[in-house]
Nanobody, 126 residues
Framework: VQLQASGGGLVQAGGSLRLSCTAPGGILLSDYAMGWFRQAPGKEREFVAAISWSGGDRFYADSVKGRFTISRDNAKNTVYLQMNSLKPEDTAVYYC???????????????????WGKGTQVTVSS
């Protein structure tokens, strides 16, 4: 397993969670632009957020702007997704992904990812 997402759970609407994406397989996440995607039951997987190699550029889906923050700590080889003001419609399995070229993930496209992590379930109750 090259990527692993963790930190999901059950939270009430308005609450917060922080997801982490690590690389147990040993890849260096600093070699990749990174993204978070999510898939709700019965829906297609969708883009949530992306971050450039250095963390200087960040991109968000309109549905999460102002509530979610993507960040990375290359020294810890970890990428984070801080989720605040959670809504029931944020309920989904969240996946992290690594893109060595960067062009796909910052455009919110799923194609071209080098690695996908196993997802973590986020459930937001109303």
């Amino acid at each position: 397993v090259q990527l692993q997402a963790s930190g999901g759970g059950l939270v009430q609407a308005g609450g917060s969670l922080r997801l982490s994406c690590t690389a147990p397989g040993g890849i260096l996440l600093s070699d990749y632009a990174m993204g978070w995607f999510r898939q709700a039951p019965g829906k297609e997987r969708e883009f949530v957020a992306a971050i450039s190699w250095s963390g200087g550029d960040r991109f968000y889906a309109d549905s999460v702007k102002g509530r979610f923050t993507i960040s990375r700590d290359n020294a810890k080889n970890t990428v984070y997704l801080q989720m605040n003001s959670l809504k029931p419609e944020d309920t989904a399995v969240y996946y992290c992904a690594a893109d060595s070229r960067g062009s796909a993930v910052v455009a919110g496209r799923e194609d071209g990812m080098d690695y996908w992590g196993k997802g973590t379930q986020v459930t937001v109750s109303s």
